[in-house]
Nanobody, 116 residues
Framework: QVQLVESGGGLVQAGGSLRLSCVAP????????MGWYRQAPGIHRQLVAS???????NYGDSVKGRFTISRDNAKNTVYLQMNSLKPEDTSVYYC??????????WGQGTQVTVSS
């Protein structure tokens, strides 16, 4: 079983910043694509940002220019830097690890709440 450990969520005022972290097992991290998704109540899970093993990134339209995904292979960690947060960013954020042959694993989720 692959365990992903997320941290960094919390309560922040609109316009503020948070950084999420997700630590994955070292033996598979560097060869895996990583992603951040979010899911609000009653809404299906949506892509926030993803990064390939080679460092190529992709962002959801609603977060482009505000969020940055990065990875540190030496620390087996993927980050999501979230700036200029808006109340509509409030959600549970999930980390995903995707192995090269397509199998994916999810973290437990971390709550981000942005107050207006």
């Amino acid at each position: 079983q692959v365990q992903l450990v997320e941290s960094g969520g919390g309560l922040v005022q609109a316009g503020g910043s948070l950084r999420l972290s997700c630590v994955a097992p070292g033996y598979i991290f560097s060869s895996s694509a990583m992603g951040w998704y979010r899911q609000a109540p009653g809404i299906h899970r949506q892509l926030v940002a993803s990064i390939t093993s080679g460092g190529s990134t992709n962002y959801g339209d609603s977060v482009k220019g505000r969020f940055t995904i990065s990875r540190d292979n030496a620390k087996n960690t993927v980050y999501l830097q979230m700036n200029s947060l808006k109340p509509e960013d409030t959600s549970v954020y999930y980390c995903e690890l995707r192995l090269p042959y397509g199998v994916g694993y999810w973290g437990q989720g971390t709550q981000v709440t942005v107050s207006s």
